[in-house]
């Protein structure tokens, strides 16, 4: 759980109501270092009460909805769920293994992008960026 955080008004402040099943996901989602797939949390959230998958599942596409969690797209159908931009969770970019597939968080300001040239050529809104790097980990780079 994100010390900084207050799940209970999070979710109010979107007009939503605080849920047994919202607040424990997003303690789950929160208080991990790195981006989650729905069935981590699934699992997670079942060892300390009951979630069946489906409402797990309800749970985080409104959650995205309303902006409060973040869904990173990792290419094919995975999808994995971090704390969306805000006060206390800074934008930032993430690197993917290719190899093993592990997702890290990297510092915000680490990678910076200038979105002052594409507005000038892009004449639609751009609303969101996701940036991820692609490589190998320390773990994967050691076994080579």
Known sequence: MCSRCNYREILERAGLEATPGRLRVLEVVGGHPAPLSAADIHRTVNRTGRLDRVTVYRILDRLVREKIL???????????????PSEHHPPHPHFRCARCGAVQC?????????????RRVFAGEIREVEVRLEGLCANCLSRA
């Not at 290419?75 to 994995?80: A, H, T, Y």
């Not at 990297?106 to 594409?118: E, I, T």
């Open 70 to 84: 973040q869904e990173l797209s990792l290419g094919g159908r995975r999808r994995l769920y971090g704390m969306a």
């Open 106 to 118: 990297l510092p915000p300001g680490g990678v910076r992008v200038d979105l002052g040239g594409v």
